[in-house]
Structures are given as C-alpha cells and as structure tokens.
C-alpha cells in the first residue's frame, strides 16, 4: 500500500513519490520565534511530526529541516521596543519552543536553520534572480516583479491580474515597489532604527533579508533545489509560499517542491487562534490548568489536518479518556500475554483487520479519524474477546500489541503518556487543596449544599474526599488515573 496525500499544488489526492527512491527531504516553515509559540502554531507542528513519523513507519529515510525565523518584522520590532539585541529578543523564545516540543513528544528534526546564520546563501539566491533578471532595485532594496514570472500565484490558485494592491504582503508599505504586487527580497535603506538592530553588508548596500527569501535559501541549501514535501499552515500558502515559489523556480528553473501540504487553523471560539487577537493558549498555559501534554498531542493530532480544529477545553477531557482508555487496554493484553492460564478464542484476526485499516487509513491523506477508529475498533473487540475468554485468556496478544506499538510508533501519544508517568501533578494537587479548603469554609457556614457540590465537583474528577478526625484527606479513586484540574 502507498500514501497518497493532498498537494496543494494540484489541489487533488495524489500518490506520493520522493525524487529519489525511499528518501524524502521536506522543509517546514518554523515558528517565528519573538514570542512563545501558542498552541495553534503546535497544532501545524505536530501534524508535521505526525506526517514525518508516518513516513519514516512507512520505510523512509527522512531528512527534514524545520527553521527558527529569527530576522523579521516582529522579531526587529520587539528589539526596537525592548532597546535590546535580536539575540537577546530570541533567546528565551527558542529555548522555549524546544522545551514545548519536547514537552508535547515531538521527534527532533534534523535540521533547525536559523535565518541570521544563513544570509550569505539569501544573498547568493538574490544574485541568481538578478542574474536571471528577475529583481529590480530601488534605494538599496531588491525586489521581485511578479509579472516577469509566468506562473505566479499558481499554488495559491491566485490570478495575479486580479490582485490589486489588496493583495500585497503587509508590512511591506513603505518599499518603493515599481507594482505594488511585487514582493521584497532584499530589505535595503535606513529606516526607524531597523539598521541597528539587523543588519548586513550586501552587494545593494547593508540590509536585511525578506522572510520569504529565508525559507528559500535555507530550504535549498540543506535539501536541494527540489524538495520532496513543503509543509506549513494554510496562511502560509499566500503570500509566503507562492512568493517562495516565484523566487526559487526563478533562480534554478526547476521544480522547487514536488508535494506542498498545508494544515488548517486551530480555532478558539470559531476564529484563528493567534497572537494579534490574544485567543491564544501556549503549552505551559494548558499544563497550568491541570492537563496533561500527552492529551493536548492526542486532541491535535485526532483531528484531520485539512479540517480546522475547534480547541476547547472539554474537548481536552474527552481526549484524556480516549487516551486512558487505549492505555487500559494496552495493560489489559500485557496482562493478558503473560498470564500462564489456559487459553481460549484467538485476538489475531482482529489485530490483521485493524492493522491494515490502520495502514489504509493512514495511507488515505493521513485520514486519522479512520486510523483510530481502527484502533478503536480492536479494543471494543479485544475486551469482548478477552470478557468471553474469561477466566482463560485468549491467544494472540502478541499481535495486538504488536498494532500498538505500529499505532504508538505514528501517534507518538502512549509513549508520551508512559513518560509522563502516573503522579498527581502539583497543578491538580494544588487545585483539589483549595477546594478543600473552601468546602471546609462552606461547612463552618453550614453551606451544606455547596459543601455537597464541591465534594461532587472533585468526584467527577475521580478525586474522593475521607473526613477524617485530622481534617480531610484525598485520593484519586482506584483504578483511575489522575483526572485533570482546570
Ligand atoms: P509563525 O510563528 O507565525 O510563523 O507560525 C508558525 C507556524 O504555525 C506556521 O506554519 C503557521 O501557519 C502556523 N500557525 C499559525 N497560527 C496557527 C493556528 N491558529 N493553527 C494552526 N497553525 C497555525
Ligand atoms: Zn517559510
């Protein structure tokens, strides 16, 4: 069987197949890193890793390369404001993504390119175009004039006649475009305190790079002038993509990505989770509430990644036990497999089914819906078999287990939640001292019915209370694992 994915290029399901056989180079646009990453930017990351684990499950060798934007707008700007260095603006927010992609059991990837090592090849790629004529200067900035490019907008499925100044990239108002289509490669001139804070010597004068040219360079120059897969979010797509396209297929005449995969927003409330309209969780956020990390990497990643997905916080509920419930059952057949008690009924059956629906899911544009409703599918009909069973244990575990480790090796959520371990984290801990705290409260009122209410508040959380002559002790209930607090 054989993947097929969703090129945006084409706008069809197609069968995937890398440039050279059974290695695939991809190339990630990465967080721009003036702030911490929100979990909206994780959701697009986490698909990626889901996509990168998939491929390599899959037998491939996988070379992916993820950027730092660490020289842009936003990064100058917070300098600016701050009276700091770029370093010093950039600093804490990339330890910081590291820590979260840990955190949230992402794989490293293999390269992580930060722009400001890489403005030399940005200046050798703004040379190749200019070779090719395909840039004009105007006060030491370089620009691309899309109109010489025939294909543009393709990717986006954008007609450049009908883009009128609305469709320029913003932030790029004070450039002197000859058309104000046009995009900028190249940042020249002195401007509002910009020359300070980022700035290098290039053959139009000292300046900076355009962040669509950083992808480009650095894309080419650890993958080559054809990538296999160019993956990021849909807001990508224009103007950042289709500008990456204009300026590397300009300089090299060649294909620059053969499959481009983009992943739909994450939402709050029906809108884009982001930074400028402050909707935004970051991962330490939704940990302080109480919720696991293995959770917030099952909700992400059990939504398709061309649908949006809606973040809410029941949803984070309904994930921890869809997690719980695959861990139960996973403990289930392990207790199962080592049982030396007599045998009977057979789980191989249903292990093959589901192993290969789990491919064909997979296969099918990462359909993950299907994918777990396979794995699904094997638990209700594993406790059936094992209930049955009982007291004998049935044959076949080995090959159940074996379809969780291929689901864990692609999911990457057990292993996760395995790490995490089973201690009461200190954000419940702190949170179930307080309800205590104000059910003794009620109590001294004689509030009884709001007693009542937060003793059932904490049950519902398997937390159960024991009045005790010391005063109230807690635990959580047996045979569940730590609920969360919010
Ligand atoms: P940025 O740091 O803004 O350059 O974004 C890093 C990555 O996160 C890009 O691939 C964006 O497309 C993606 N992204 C930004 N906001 C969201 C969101 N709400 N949901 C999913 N992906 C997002
Ligand atoms: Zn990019």
């Known amino acids: 069987m054989s993947l097929r994915v969703y090129n945006s290029l084409t706008r069809r399901v197609e069968p995937f197949e890398p440039l050279d056989e059974g290695r695939v180079r991809i190339y990630t646009c990465g967080p721009t890193v003036y702030d911490r990453a929100h979990i909206g930017n994780f959701r697009t990351f986490l698909w990626e890793d889901l996509l990168r684990r998939y491929l390599k499950w899959k037998g491939y060798d996988v070379t992916q390369v993820m950027n730092l934007t660490d020289v842009d707008d936003r990064t100058i700007t917070a300098a600016i404001e701050r009276a700091i260095t770029l370093d010093e603006v950039t600093a804490a927010p990339i330890e910081w993504f590291f820590e979260d992609w840990d955190r949230l059991g992402l794989e490293p990837v293999e390269h992580n390119p930060r722009a400001t090592d890489h403005v030399d090849g940005m200046i050798e790629l703004v040379r190749r175009l200019e070779s090719a004529g395909l840039t004009y200067e105007n006060e030491g900035s370089v620009y691309f004039p899309i109109a010489k490019f025939e294909d543009y907008g393709r990717l986006a499925g954008i007609d450049p006649e009908t883009l009128g100044s609305a469709g320029r990239a913003s932030g790029d108002e004070e450039y002197e475009k000859d058309d104000p289509r046009d995009f900028v490669l190249w940042k020249g001139g002195e401007r509002s305190g910009e020359s300070d804070v980022a700035v290098w010597d290039s053959p139009w004068g000292r300046g900076r790079p355009g962040w669509h040219l950083e992808c480009s360079a650095m894309a080419m120059e650890y993958l080559g002038e054809t990538l296999d897969i160019h993956t990021g979010g849909v807001d990508n797509m224009f103007p950042h993509h289709t500008n990456e396209v204009a300026q590397s297929e300009g300089a090299t005449g060649k294909p620059f990505a053969r499959y481009w995969l983009h992943a739909a927003h994450l939402l709050v409330e029906g809108q884009k989770m982001s930074k400028s309209l402050g909707n935004f969780f970051t991962v330490p956020d939704v940990i302080d509430r109480g ?196």
Do not use: C
């Open 291 to 486: 919720h696991r990390p293995s959770t917030m990497r099952y909700l992400m990643l059990s939504g398709h990644y061309r649908a949006q997905l809606n973040f809410t916080f029941d949803g984070l509920d309904a994930a921890a036990r869809s997690v719980e419930r695959l861990r139960d059952f996973r403990e289930r057949v392990r207790g199962a497999a080592e049982s030396e008690g007599p045998r009977s009924g057979d789980l191989s059956d249903a292990a093959a089914r589901a192993a290969s629906a789990f491919e064909a899911a997979m296969d099918d544009d990462l359909n993950v819906s299907e994918a777990l409703a396979a794995i699904f599918g094997l638990v209700r009909q594993g406790n059936q078999l094992m209930d049955a069973a009982t007291p004998a244990v049935p044959d076949g575990t080995d090959s159940v287990l074996s379809v969780f480790t291929d689901f864990d090796a692609v999911f990457g959520v057990l292993a996760l939640r395995d790490r995490e371990g089973d201690a009461v984290d200190d954000d419940l801990a702190a949170w179930v001292e307080q309800m205590i705290a104000e059910r003794r409260a009620a109590r001294a009122e004689r509030d009884f019915a709001r007693a009542d209410e937060i003793r059932n508040e904490l049950l519902a959380r398997d937390v159960v209370l024991e009045d005790t002559a010391e005063g109230t002790r807690w635990k959580i209930r047996e045979g569940v694992a730590p609920a969360t607090a919010e």
